[in-house]
Each structure stands twice: as C-alpha cells, then as structure tokens.
C-alpha cells in the first residue's frame, strides 16, 4: 500500500464559526473531517495547513487541545486573500486540512513548574490549546498565571475564557490588558510587556510561554531577562512564510532549522543559538 502524500490535504466540514472580536477580524472554525478516520493527532503549539479550492492555502495555529480533539478548532485573524476567503464562509462550507506540522510546547517538561503565560492579540490561539491542555491535565502543573492584552477591549478574543472559564479552574489567575480602553474598560492600560512588569512574577520555578505580534515577542522577551528568567525558562513561537509545511521548500529556514519541523516553538536559548540574520 502506497505511503499517504503528506501534501494530500483532507476534507473537513465547517460545523461552527465564532466571532470572537468586536469587528469579527478574528474568527474561530470548528470543523469536522468528512472521513471520521482520518490520522489527524496534534499537541499544543502545532499548526495546520488550511486550504481553500481555487484560493490557495495558509499556515494557521491549532486552538483546540488535543485532551478536547473534536471539532478541531482553527482561530483565523482576516489578513489576506486566503483568510479573507475563509472569513466569508459559512458553516457547511468544506476546506481542506493538511497536518497537523511542526514541534509543539514541552508539555513534558513542564510537569510539576509555575506556568506564566504571555499572550497578545490572535497569538492567544495557541497559548490557548495549551492552556486548556494544562488546566484538563491540572495535577501535572503548578499555579498558572495568564497576561494576555490586545489593542482594545473589543479586540480580547477567547472572552468566555478569559472571564469565565480560566479563572474558575484551582489555582489559576488571569490578569488583563488593552493598548487603549473604552468607557466600559475598568481593566489595566497598557502594552504587554509593560504589564508583565508591572505585575512582577518570580521566575523561581517558573516556566514563561509567550505568544503574539512579533514585535510584542521582542520587548517581552527583553522584559522576561529584566526580571531575571533564564533563558531556558523563555519559551516562544516564530512566524515565518510557511509554504510546504515539511521542510522541502525552503521558505520558513533560519540557518539549518526550518520552522515548520523545528518549530515554531523555540526556547530563547535555542533562538539565541540561530544566526544573527533572523
């Protein structure tokens, strides 16, 4: 029997989409492949390659946690002709999924530490595939904290979570933060990595899992140093033009690592071992 073509992309169905900014820039589709048997097993950080016939296809990060497997959950933020396309579908609309490609967060490695999660905007999605993975395996980790800002209230996405769901579960906080407020807004004012300094976590014991805009990553990691994390203690994703999503056409390397096998999840010493150019 014939290996499967691992660029074949297989059918799923559009069972829901959830609009979760105010403006419906970010949306989430959950979905269900047509063939129930399909081999489709991720872990938090992985990402999918999403399909539309006659369209194209994009690199878009898996929201949903593997403890919680179907629908699978894609958080997609409008920002290209693909996107786009995808924005204007309704449920019942049929995409293809190709994957699930990439490494994922060191779920195992993390057991028995503090988790500090760092979130901006979409980059959320896959905070949020492991976060939930962490809460519904809760005796493995420590106490979580969760920052997660965005440009505006009505730019929070996740918001049942975010209000209702994550700060109910033991020992777990979660502190909010927009770049500007509105009337409404009681909560903090301020970028990200502001915040994060703001709030002042030890780094004794504890693991930073970070995520959002490239530029908020930059200045976060630089306030994660401030406050004293070892590298080691940093974990992050890169974003990079993911063509193929199994290293054969060279768009997403750094050096000799590719970010679609050795990524996108990279500790700050590993990104500090990769050539100065990225």
Request: aromatic share 6%; charged share 25%.
């Amino acid at each position: 029997m014939p290996e499967a073509n691992p660029m074949m992309p297989h059918l799923a169905r559009i069972e829901e989409i959830v609009a979760e900014t105010a403006s419906g820039d970010v949306k989430t589709f959950r979905v269900q492949f047509l063939d129930p048997e399909v081999p489709f097993s991720h872990l938090p950080g992985q990402c999918a390659m999403v399909s539309v016939l006659g369209v194209g296809e994009a690199m878009i990060s898996i929201s949903s946690s593997p403890t919680r497997p179907r629908p699978l959950e894609l958080a997609v933020k409008q920002v290209g002709r693909l996107t786009t396309r995808l924005h204007e579908m309704e449920p019942g609309d049929v995409i293809g999924v190709r994957g699930p490609y990439g490494n994922h967060f060191p779920v195992e490695d993390m057991k028995g530490k503090d988790l500090l999660f760092i979130g901006g905007g979409i980059g959320l999605a896959p905070l949020r595939s492991l976060i939930n993975y962490v809460l519904d395996n809760r005796g493995d980790y420590g106490k979580i904290d969760i920052i997660y800002g965005a440009r505006s209230p009505g730019d929070l996405c996740f918001k049942r979570e975010l209000y209702d769901e994550w700060p109910a579960a033991p020992d777990t906080r979660v502190l909010l933060t927009v770049d500007r407020g509105d009337e409404d807004w009681k909560g903090a004012v301020a970028l990200v990595p502001h915040f994060l300094e703001q709030v002042h976590p030890d780094p004794q014991g504890k693991v930073a899992i970070t995520c959002g805009p490239p530029i908020m990553i930059k200045f976060t990691l630089e306030s994660l140093k401030k406050l004293g994390f070892a590298d080691e203690q940093i974990v992050t994703t890169l974003e990079l033009k993911m063509q193929c999503g199994i290293g054969k056409c060279g768009r997403c390397n750094i050096g000799s690592r590719y970010v679609c096998l050795d990524g996108p999840v990279f500790t700050l010493a590993q990104l500090k071992a990769m050539p100065a150019e990225y």
